[in-house]
């Protein structure tokens, strides 16, 4: 199977999926479409986690998006330190070539995975710069976009408590 076919369809995906996150007022067949293929850029959206848990916070919930790579990291380093292990001890392998032969493998796992990954984390960690008026023109302030009671700027608050993380994670995932 050539996978580089299976990531022009990946792709093609996961760009009609950021189409149903966009402000356009979609016709509801499509808009129910393009939810659905969300699914192509691993977005726990789709699954509603705050609807199963409702003490679920958006600051929580932000949080676990952004540790999903350092998480799949650590279960990598996890399965590369147990596999090499068992090459060890229980099939005798004795040479770093034979006892880690599989880091490879699992390297091309975390790099394809981030890969599915990618839009999904940028566009979380983006959300936190993305302020909007909400209502008349009578209130000045201007409130997080996802979480419409918070307030952007305000010392303490919601977008205030993320944005050094969400600096820092633009700088480790997306740019980087």
Known sequence: VNVAILSIGVDYFQVLALFASSRVKWPSVIQDILYI???FNLNIEVTAPECSIP???YERKWWMVMALPLSASGLLVVLFVGYALYK????GQRTRHKMCSHKPKL???FLTLFYFLY???T???LDVFDCEKVGDDSDPNTYLAVAALEPCGKPGGLQMRLMPAAVTFLLLYVIG
Do not use: P, R
């Open 107 to 109: 390297i091309a796992s």
């Open 123 to 125: 566009k979380t960690v």
């Open 119 to 121: 839009l999904y984390i």
């Open 88 to 91: 060890f001890l229980i099939k």
């Open 55 to 57: 003490e679920l916070t």
């Open 37 to 39: 293929l969300s699914a």
